[in-house]
């Protein structure tokens, strides 16, 4: 195992692990039941579910390829429309969906299907839910595992089995307390390492700030609106930005577990609105960070481009920690990699479980709420591990490593929007049928197919396709049953 980092970098890299792996032990001390392991024994206060709303979707992904969109030619700002939406969509979701959560103890989103849709549309919203949530985060740690391999020496497999290794442990131990608590300390890292980053990047600019702000002006960098009306357009226009991206917080925030859990965290519905809310101009701060990251880092290499940079925006970002950075730095920046996908993997591997138990268990003996839980949660973080790890190895060998930050808003985007339009469903019908659910699931996943793969519409879009077909399809099927039986 050979290093390209000196004895300072490993210190700081392990001290984060070990401090990680720590606060799981801490909050695993004692007696768990699964309301505690799952949803925190819905105690946890919202500046806390805030920092993990926050850190759980900001992912190595946000950190390495948001960059990109403004580092590449013809790069701006315009994918900062896309956060515009995504504060309409939050505040949709407070209105709309968080009143329903808090109508019952929930421990997953989906338990509230069952109600009204039976518990076949709730396994199988379940079951999209953990293919689609366990292969979009196995792209994100894919692009961890690159950078771990490049700024360590130590090989992409072994980089991507030891990061999941450690993420799982503290996960599985801990539980979701661990897991918020651990979130608050990595969104620090992670955005003191961007700031890190940025600083260097300004000290090496010619010019400084203002070298770079002339560079952006001339070169187009600051255009941050696209009023074109193009459905597939491959860039974000405004009006992608804003409806495509409302539809896609709604459904990301409203019908995924992983976020849903940390509202079912909270200890009233007030401090989960409140979390929720704030987190969109959190976000939107974010992303303005990361892209100047990118436009710094064109100023950067615009005459004299290193050979690291030839790969595109995730490759000149990684090859600046690694060659440009010097020693406690760039620990610290990998470290800020590494607590950037840590956050978003462990809320994963404890969504994963708890969906895995609560809406799957019974299929096979185990009770969402019996003794057997908190240890059936437990294996299923881990086995949720090993498939991630699995995704990651197998992108890595079809070399599936560009625009990934597309490739993982696409996956999810796609299966969230259609479990979204089972909850309009839900919530404008008395009643939905098993077959109206599940086929309007499928109608959905169909027209999301030919929306991205026969028309080629841009994937800020797949949510309120999904959605929308699902709703209406499954409505049509009620209404169809409704008629048939009166008759």
């Not at 992409?156 to 651990?182: K, R």
């Not at 057997?372 to 991630?388: E, I, S, W």
Request: proline share 3%.
């Amino acid at each position: 195992m050979s290093t390209n980092l000196p004895a300072i970098d490993w210190l700081i890299i392990a001290a984060y692990l070990v401090a990680s792996m720590a606060i799981g032990a801490w909050f695993g001390r004692g007696k768990q039941t699964a309301e505690s392991f799952l949803v925190g024994g819905r105690q946890i206060g919202w500046p806390l579910l805030l920092a993990s709303i926050v850190a759980t979707e900001t992912s190595t992904v946000t950190f390495l390829s948001l960059p990109g969109q403004s580092y590449a030619d013809g790069g701006n700002f315009t994918f900062l429309q896309l956060a515009f939406g995504y504060i309409v969509g939050r505040l949709l979701v407070v209105a709309w969906l968080l009143p329903m959560y808090f109508r019952g103890e929930y421990l997953t989103a989906y338990e509230l299907l069952e109600a009204k849709c039976g518990p076949t549309v709730r396994r199988v919203a379940s079951a999209i839910f953990l293919v689609t949530r366990n292969v979009g985060d196995g792209l994100r740690l894919l692009l961890t595992g690159l950078l771990v391999a490049a700024a360590t020496g130590v090989d992409f497999a072994t980089s991507v089995v030891l990061l999941a290794v450690c993420t799982a442990i503290y996960a599985a131990v801990g539980g979701v307390a661990s897991v918020v608590v651990n979130d608050f300390v990595q969104l620090i890292t992670y955005t003191a390492g961007a700031f890190i980053v940025l600083a260097s990047l300004l000290g090496d600019i010619p010019g400084g700030a203002e070298g770079a702000w002339d560079f952006a002006a001339e070169t187009g960098r600051l255009k941050l609106f696209d009023f074109s009306l193009s459905l597939t357009s491959p860039t974000i226009t405004l009006l992608a930005g804003v409806v495509g991206g409302a539809a896609l917080s709604m459904a990301s925030h409203g019908a995924d577990h992983m976020m849903v859990q940390r509202y079912l965290c909270a200890r009233t519905q007030r401090s989960a609105a409140l979390a929720l809310g704030l987190s969109g101009l959190v976000v939107a701060g974010q992303f303005l960070l990361f892209l100047v990251i990118g436009v710094a880092l064109a100023a950067l290499f615009q005459a004299d481009p290193p050979d690291y940079a030839a790969g595109g925006g995730d490759d000149a970002l990684i090859g600046y920690i690694v060659h440009a950075l010097g020693p406690g730095l760039r620990g610290l920046v990998v470290a800020s990699v590494l607590a950037a996908s840590m956050s978003t993997l462990s809320s994963s591997l404890n969504a994963s479980a708890g969906v895995a138990v609560a809406d799957l268990g019974r299929l096979i003996g185990i009770k969402g709420e019996g003794p057997g839980a908190v240890r059936a949660a437990r294996v299923a973080t881990l086995v949720a591990a090993a498939a991630q790890v699995a995704v990651a190895l197998v992108a890595r060998r079809m070399e599936a490593s560009d625009d990934v930050i597309g490739a993982v808003l696409a996956v999810l985007g796609f299966a969230t929007g259609l479990i979204l339009g089972l909850y309009a469903l839900a919530s404008a019908l008395p009643r939905v049928t098993t077959a109206a659910g599940v086929g309007g699931l499928a109608a959905g996943c169909l027209a999301c197919s030919v929306a991205a793969f026969g028309v080629g519409m841009s994937w800020p879009w797949f949510s309120l396709v999904g959605s929308t077909t699902t709703f209406c399809v499954g409505w049509w099927l009620s209404f169809f049953a409704i008629t048939k039986a009166a008759e």
